[in-house]
Nanobody
Framework: QVQLVESGGGLVQAGASLALSCAASVRTFSSYAMGWFRQAPGKERDFVAVVSSSGGRTYYADSVKGRFTISRDNAKNTMYLQMNSLKPEDTAVYYC?????????????????WGEGTLVTVSL
């Protein structure tokens, strides 16, 4: 079984910071590429960031580059998303996702395992 649980969402003001976590119930977390996605109200799900299985490589959507940082702690089976300088357009449900092997680092939209999401709301 692969179970992913996001936490850390909430309501913040524009310019604030927020940190999300994704806890993975899996036996070999270090085998999985991990990613963050988001879905705004009435919109399709978008890619946010991805991290390789070792944590050595990261890639970001242009909309969050320089503001968000993805990381992971393989000893804790946890992935993180540090979000700084938040904007109202960052408002969305944020999902974590996973796939075995770093082929999914190159193709994160194909990741087969998903959490249920956590809501981030950024007010003016």
């Amino acid at each position: 079984q692969v179970q992913l649980v996001e936490s850390g969402g909430g309501l913040v003001q524009a310019g604030a910071s927020l940190a999300l976590s994704c806890a993975a119930s899996v036996r070999t977390f270090s085998s999985y590429a991990m990613g963050w996605f988001r879905q705004a109200p009435g919109k399709e799900r978008d890619f946010v960031a991805v991290v390789s299985s070792s944590g050595g490589r990261t890639y970001y959507a242009d909309s969050v580059k320089g503001r968000f940082t993805i990381s992971r702690d393989n000893a804790k089976n946890t992935m993180y998303l540090q979000m700084n300088s938040l904007k109202p357009e960052d408002t969305a449900v944020y999902y974590c996702a996973a796939g075995i092997g770093d082929d999914y680092y190159s193709h994160p939209m194909a990741m087969p395992y998903w959490g249920e999401g956590t809501l981030v709301t950024v007010s003016l």
